[in-house]
């Protein structure tokens, strides 16, 4: 059984900073995309930043030049170092790991960024 953890959610004043960290169980992490998606209140779940096995990473427009996403696959471990925080950033953000026919999510953390 494959579990996601995640961490590093908090508040934060704006323009501050906060990296998050997803750990992976089990032996998916290493052919897996991991992405980190989230979801406000009323939204729909997004897509923040995601990075292949292979190291190509993506991002969503309203993150570019903000956010990084990395990973370490000794650790299986993917991050998201949020710089430049926006009170918009508010959210639950959620690790997901894909690859062909399994699809996972953690459980979320909770990010919220004061004004």
């Known amino acids: 059984q494959v579990q996601l953890v995640e961490s590093g959610g908090g508040l934060v004043q704006a323009g501050g900073s906060l990296r998050l960290s997803c750990t992976a169980s089990?032996?998916?992490?290493?052919?897996?995309?991991m992405g980190w998606y989230r979801q406000a209140p009323g939204n729909q779940r997004e897509l923040v930043a995601s990075?292949?096995?292979?190291?190509?990473?993506n991002y969503a427009d309203f993150v570019k030049g903000r956010f990084t996403i990395s990973r370490d696959n000794a650790k299986r471990t993917v991050y998201l170092q949020m710089n430049s925080l926006e009170p918009d950033d508010t959210a639950v953000y959620y690790c997901?790991?894909?690859?062909?026919?399994?699809?996972?999510w953690g459980q979320g953390t909770q990010v919220t960024v004061s004004s």
């Open positions: 997901n790991a894909d690859r062909i026919l399994s699809n996972y």
């Open positions: 990075i292949t096995n292979g190291g190509r990473k």
């Open positions: 089990g032996t998916i992490f290493s052919a897996a995309t």
